[in-house]
């Protein structure tokens, strides 16, 4: 009989030094709650926007770290040439939030400010609702309802405004003898329906207007019906340094006839503030109109030089100092100016 020239215990060291080891667990899916259960939710809703989530969470752990909570809804866009991506929602299912995303039916390239301008050809509300890019919608809709995981979506939100290319006024999307109101319920449908044929019935549809100061009000005109709708909701900025600050300024008109039957008839919805801002060239207002008093006041118990110097600024950039555990600044830091020049209406 011949022989190898490998020995049984040389054969056994090989075996062991080439085996490879045992592969890992793969990791479990992420679970949520029935979608069923989220249109009437139990909690409220606190969501956060970055400019990396949901693909990267450091901007989202630093506000967590300021604010001490945590947030349960994740907001990103998409838009009408993309595909949709399944790892944004498993990303935030792994952290227990809602993803919330903001889609556009416009190409990608067309994304960012302008607004009815910039309508391309077979774009318009009235060629979406007649199947110019049924072939995407189809194709995404699988994809949502391969990934199972709910998602809410605000499909082509503040139409009341006149900014985007899915307005709803007529000088931008009306068409064929209709309004374009009449042509954004009929978008509206038409995409629900793909998603429904597709078996995509994991999707909070939210349907979101901008606040009435800044945009139309007749919302029964162009609402796509309560069985096309789950959740109702609303952009709305603070704009006007004319205004006082308050959330009842900004949003509480348009809330009140959201909520008024005989203006909007249509079932209770749940109303989510999808998109909240104060506008950059107004934070200093809000800093200013807040911060004045306290600071006078500690500047006096302190009785440290304080009053305005005569040199007029014409921008400057002012930024509280917070220590922890403290209701007021410990100070002001004012960039480009004399810290002892008056918080005024000058700053702006």
Not at 113 to 135: C, F, K, Q, V, Y
Not at 214 to 236: E, K, M, Q, T
Not at 277 to 283: D, H, K, Q, S, T
Not at 307 to 329: D, F, I, N, Q, Y
Request: charged content about 20%.
């Amino acid at each position: 009989m011949g022989s190898s020239g490998l020995s049984p215990k040389n054969t056994a060291e090989n075996t062991r030094e080439t085996a490879a080891p045992p592969a890992a667990p793969p990791a479990a899916p992420p679970t949520a709650p029935p979608v069923a259960d989220l249109r009437q939710p139990a909690e409220r809703y606190f969501g956060l926007y970055t400019e990396q989530s949901p693909y990267n969470w450091t901007e989202v752990d630093k506000v967590i770290k300021v604010v001490g909570k945590i947030p349960n809804m994740a907001g990103y866009f998409g838009a009408g040439d993309e595909p949709f991506r399944t790892d944004a929602v498993l990303a935030c299912w792994k952290r227990g939030m809602l993803p919330f995303l903001t889609w556009e039916l416009r190409p990608k390239a067309d994304m960012g400010p302008g607004g009815a301008e910039n309508l391309r050809p077979g774009w318009s509300l009235a060629d979406i609702a007649t199947g110019s890019i049924d072939p995407y919608l189809t194709a995404y809709a699988h994809a949502v309802a391969a990934v199972g995981l709910p998602i809410a979506i605000r499909l082509d939100h503040e139409m009341n405004g006149a900014w985007y290319p899915w307005s709803v006024y007529t000088q931008v999307n009306g068409r064929d003898g209709k309004t374009g109101a009449e042509w954004y319920q009929l978008m509206w449908r038409h995409v629900h329906d793909v998603f429904a044929q597709a078996g995509a019935t994991n999707v909070l549809w939210v349907w979101s207007p901008n606040i009435i100061t800044w945009a139309r009000s007749d919302f029964r005109n162009f609402y796509p019906g309560d069985d096309y709708v789950d959740w109702i909701g609303l952009s709305g900025y603070y704009r006007r340094t004319t205004e006082a600050p308050t959330f009842d300024t900004t949003y509480g008109a348009t809330l009140r006839k959201l909520r008024n039957p005989a203006l909007f008839p249509h079932a209770p919805k749940p109303i989510l503030l999808s998109e909240i801002v104060i506008a950059p060239e107004r934070v200093l207002h809000v800093i200013n109109l807040h911060l004045r008093a306290p600071m006078a006041s500690y500047l006096a118990d302190q009785k440290l030089a304080s009053g305005a110097w005569k040199t007029v600024p014409h921008t400057a950039m002012v930024l509280p100092v917070l220590m922890p555990g403290s209701e007021r600044p410990r100070a002001i830091v004012v960039a480009a100016v004399s810290p002892m020049r008056a918080l005024d209406e000058d700053y702006e």
